[in-house]
């Protein structure tokens, strides 16, 4: 017993390092079963956001929280690992990654899909919460935001305040797109086009989400990518910026009319 | 040194914070409005204004690259928690939201790479490529 409680105790009090150490392992476990059980085909941070997901809500049964895997008290790392500080650092920093040069390329067509790829998906996403009973502005926004992708529906949701079920919607949203790109792409790819640089451009800049369009492309025809890539860079980026400001202030107007 | 990189990384997030912060009072609304895209667009610019006075030292960039790779783990740990309980109470409007997405944006790629004609695809960029190599290499 007191074996135990040592240990408890030197996991909560090293919260952040239990969370690193546990997020680890959670993709470590991910890129195995990304390798040997999806042939790589399924990227393993799909999968390993998907464990996640699985994990909070077995921590939201089993604890009765709201705050999934950062509920159970040895783990509450994971809220501070996870939570807005941390996560905005990260995305800020794969800005760096960006070559100005190269984005340049891309030119007025890859622009053009950028905003189409905010537009569209957040157009469906805002329908099918209509559809569904969600008649605030706040979660109307956030769902749709959730649609582009699942970086932009928390960022949007917590720039909003709306609520966690929301944001658990909208990042669901946003994690099966990514997985269904991933799986989808190759199938569709001789439909759409999908053989030449300026197609995989513009087909990063609708899709959005990097992982779902690198590993999609990467399943597809593996020259593709960095061109993909090059456009799906800018998409959150651009989310971000339009979600939570034009885009919500358009249909809080809608709602309020 | 390492961190000039994590600094510099912080005041950009920092800054973008404030700079939406400001941008939402501006508009009315009692939120943070488009921070981490700011933020992003200060950091691309911060890299380039080094870049261009050739002070983008290894330590920058390992410092801000660091944290970039955190990334996926990051939202890994922002996945774990969410309150996935309530949200799979409604749960088919993930599936027709996501579906209904995928579907649309699908045929906008086609329509879209169709609308400026035709370009030459991968394989014949390789083959051309490969003919326009001297034949004795």
């Not at chain 1, 074996?3 to 690193?20: D, Q, R």
């Not at chain 1, 769902?143 to 932009?152: E, F, P, Q, R």
């Amino acid at each position: 017993m007191s074996v135990m409680s040592t240990i408890s105790h030197t996991l909560s009090a090293n919260g952040l390092l239990t969370a690193f150490a546990l997020v680890g392992a959670i993709l470590w476990l991910s890129n195995l079963i990304s390798r040997y059980l999806t042939f790589g085909r399924i990227h393993g941070s799909a999968i390993g956001i998907l464990i996640g997901l699985a994990l909070a809500f077995w921590a939201g049964l089993v604890t009765g929280g709201q705050k999934g895997l950062a509920d159970v008290p040895v783990l509450a790392g994971i809220g501070l690992m996870g939570g807005a500080m941390l996560r905005d650092f990260a995305i800020v920093a794969t800005a760096f990654e960006v070559d100005v040069v190269q984005a340049r390329r891309a030119g007025l067509i890859g622009v053009v899909a950028i905003g189409l790829g905010t537009l569209l998906p957040f157009l469906v996403g805002v329908c099918t919460a209509f559809a569904f009973g969600y008649r605030d502005a706040v979660s109307l926004t956030t769902i749709g935001a959730g649609a582009i992708t699942y970086i932009v529906g928390p960022v949007t949701g917590a720039a909003l305040g709306a609520s966690s079920a929301i944001m658990a919607l909208s990042i669901a949203t946003g994690v099966l797109k990514a997985i269904l790109v991933m799986i989808g792409t190759p199938l569709v790819a001789r439909a759409i086009g999908l053989n030449n640089p300026r197609s995989a451009m513009v087909f990063g800049g609708l899709m959005g989400t990097v992982s779902g369009v690198s590993g999609g492309l990467a399943a597809t025809d593996r020259r593709l990518v960095p061109y993909g890539s090059l456009t799906a860079t800018f998409h959150t980026g651009v989310g971000c910026l339009l979600a939570p400001s034009i885009l919500y202030l358009a249909v809080r107007a809608l709602t309020q009319s | 040194m390492t961190i000039s990189g994590v600094a510099l990384l912080a005041i950009c997030t920092l800054l973008g914070s404030l700079l939406g912060d400001w941008l939402g009072m501006a508009l009315g609304v009692k939120a943070n409005v488009g921070g981490v895209g700011i933020a992003m667009l200060l950091l691309i610019g911060g890299r380039l204004w080094l870049a261009r006075r050739g002070l983008l030292s290894d330590g920058i960039k390992l410092g801000v690259g660091f944290w970039g790779a955190l990334y996926i783990p990051i939202v890994i740990a922002m996945a774990a928690q969410q309150n996935v309980v309530s949200a799979l109470k409604s749960g088919p409007l993930v599936l027709v939201a996501a579906i209904g997405t995928l579907i649309v944006c699908f045929a906008a790629v086609a329509l879209i790479s169709r609308l400026g004609g035709v370009t030459e695809t991968m394989d014949e960029i390789e083959a051309r490529e490969i003919r326009a190599l001297p034949p004795d290499r």
